[in-house]
């Protein structure tokens, strides 16, 4: 086992860097009038909303490593599991803002939605697993009512994704701001054991 400073400096690059490629893909427009900038606008709002994600992604990430003392093999596997699926955010992001939100695009930025989730309730388990039943990331997260219903979305919109891609976007939204909504359960839990 080994200490956690490692792993979230190594988290916190790849998140700083995978903010760097998408902000790039931000291409300048030729001209100097506004209406130069209307085809990047589905760029602007596919970078928007991938922004708010990764940010979602290493807030949690952050409260969550705090509530673990050792960091064992599993959770360094888990970890880079997650972050596999983070570093296809730019990618799926690119792809669907330059094809205005298009149907297979915004089912593959689903896909990577779903999966980053996923990988990141498997790290979550690991390191339930590895502190006890008793730690504090399972009494901070609790029932995870908002865990649980994250895949279910997605795997919605994906499917909705086909019919109406605003529609499929409007639940991709529709779970950030669930997740935006302050959540103390970690802080909470920190705070009631340290006491």
């Not at 803002?97 to 915004?106: L, M």
Request: glycine share 6%.
């Amino acid at each position: 086992m080994m200490g956690k400073s490692r792993l979230e400096a190594f988290s916190d690059g790849v998140i700083a860097i995978l903010i760097t490629i998408m902000v790039l893909e931000l291409k300048v427009p030729h001209g100097e009038n506004i209406s130069t900038l209307a085809p990047l606008f589905p760029v602007f709002l596919s970078y928007v909303l991938s922004f708010v994600y990764l940010g979602i992604y290493w807030n949690n990430h952050h409260h969550m490593l705090h509530t673990c003392r050792t960091v064992t093999g599993p959770i360094l596997w888990a970890n880079l599991h997650l972050l596999f699926w983070l570093s296809l955010i730019p990618f799926a992001t690119g792809w669907m803002g330059e094809n205005h939100f298009a149907a297979a695009p915004s089912a593959l930025y689903g896909v990577v939605l779903l999966m980053s989730s996923l990988a990141y309730w498997i790290l979550q388990r690991l390191i339930i697993a590895s502190q006890g039943q008793d730690s504090i990331l399972q009494q901070a997260i609790g029932t995870d009512w908002k865990g649980k219903l994250s895949p279910v979305i997605y795997s919605a919109a994906i499917l909705l994704a086909f019919w109406s891609s605003w529609a499929a976007m409007s639940l991709y939204v529709l779970v950030a701001v669930i997740w935006l909504a302050p959540d103390r359960r970690i802080e909470k839990a920190l705070a009631g054991h340290a006491s």
